[in-house]
Structures are given as structure tokens and as C-alpha cells.
């Protein structure tokens, strides 16, 4: 593993001196939509753990908005079809609209995140020591790239990087933690890991 010039680790406490911003997946990505009123139910680390600096809890709203759209989409077609709105009484048609505000809120990932300066919390138990790694590996599943990675502690996370990346200042941590894990630490690391997250030439420290 190459050594690079890594920024320094922040302070448990503060979380200062905050990480550079780290790569995405997509350069243009943008962070995702979070509930407003979501910190108080997302993960909170232990007791004895610095504080949440950065959280993801995903708001349903884009949902309910791309389910709608599709309820409209569909009364447009039959509308045209129909020549009209004679299709309004047909109470099977309308069985076929009302479900899809409903599926897009129930099958949307509800992914909850925390970070602290140097931890993570993945979904409702899952917590790591982000600078205390033992691996890092990137794996795909399915369509998406995951990111699995283990602390000396025993603690493992297995998340799909996308969701990591719904919030670019919690990504800014956990990447920082995972460059110092394997440059300073020796955490081992597979061929994708290396090469999807750039951790041999990180092109935000260049």
C-alpha cells in the first residue's frame, strides 16, 4: 500500500479539524433528502463515545411525491385511451392507481445512520470504530457496490456505499477513518476496495 499524505484524524470531542471532502461514486451525486425532525431517531453511539457530529434518516416525502406522479402519469393514460374521464367510475382502474403512493413508501430503503468523529452506527445496531479497522473490502451486490469493514473489536458493518454517501459530510468521516485504518494501521483491503474507493492515490489529496 502506497502511503499518502493524510489529513489529520479529528478530535473525538469537537470533531475538529473536520476531513476534506472525500470521492463519490459520482462526482455530480447529491446528498439525499433527510427527515427534518430525524436526528432524535437515529442511532446514538455509547455512552462513552464522542458525540453524533453527522446523521442520515431518509425522508419519505420524494417517495410519496414519485407515487403520486405515477397516479397522475396513470390518469393521464387512461384519460387519453378513454377520450375523457368516462374511466372515473371504473372502480378497477382505480384499484390499479391508489396502491402506488403506498408501495413507494413501504419498499423505499429506510436506511438510519450516525457518525461520531471517529465511529459509525449503520442501521439500528451495527457500530464501528472507524479509525480501529482490521479490513476493508468492497463487494457488489446485486446492482449497488457495498462496503464491508471490521474494527479489532469485533464490531461489522456491511452497507451499501450509496447509502453512506446520502450524507457527503458523514462519507467525509468514515472515508478518513477507513484511509488512516489502511495506510497507518494496516487493515487488510481487497482489489475493489483498493480500486472503487481509491485508497491507494485518494484524488482529494492530491
Aim: aromatic share 10%; net charge neutral; glycine share 8%.
Amino acid at each position: 500500500m502506497n502511503h499518502v499524505s493524510l489529513p489529520p484524524r479529528p478530535d473525538p470531542h469537537t470533531g475538529e479539524p473536520r476531513p476534506p471532502h472525500a470521492p463519490l461514486e459520482r462526482e455530480d451525486g447529491k446528498p439525499g433528502h433527510r427527515r427534518a425532525a430525524g436526528k432524535g431517531k437515529v442511532p446514538q453511539p455509547p455512552a462513552n463515545e464522542g458525540p453524533l457530529l453527522e446523521w442520515f434518516y431518509p425522508d419519505r416525502t420524494t417517495r410519496l411525491i414519485s407515487g403520486l406522479f405515477c397516479v397522475a402519469l396513470g390518469m393521464t393514460v387512461f384519460a387519453v385511451k378513454d377520450g375523457g374521464f368516462g374511466w372515473i367510475t371504473n372502480i378497477w382502474l382505480w384499484l390499479l392507481l391508489v396502491p402506488w403512493p403506498i408501495l413507494f413508501l413501504v419498499t423505499g430503503r429506510n436506511v438510519r445512520m450516525s457518525a461520531g468523529a471517529d465511529w459509525l452506527v449503520y442501521g439500528n445496531r451495527a457500530f464501528i470504530k472507524t479509525y480501529e479497522l482490521v479490513s476493508v473490502a468492497v463487494v457488489v451486490d446485486g446492482a449497488a457496490h457495498s462496503l464491508k469493514i471490521k474494527d479489532r473489536y469485533g464490531g461489522s458493518i456491511h452497507a451499501q456505499i450509496n447509502d453512506l454517501q446520502q450524507n457527503h459530510e458523514l462519507w467525509d468521516l468514515v472515508y478518513n477513518g477507513i484511509l488512516h485504518s489502511v495506510h497507518l494501521e494496516n487493515a487488510e483491503t481487497n482489489k475493489r476496495a483498493r480500486e472503487y474507493l481509491q485508497l491507494d492515490f485518494p484524488p482529494h489529496l492530491a
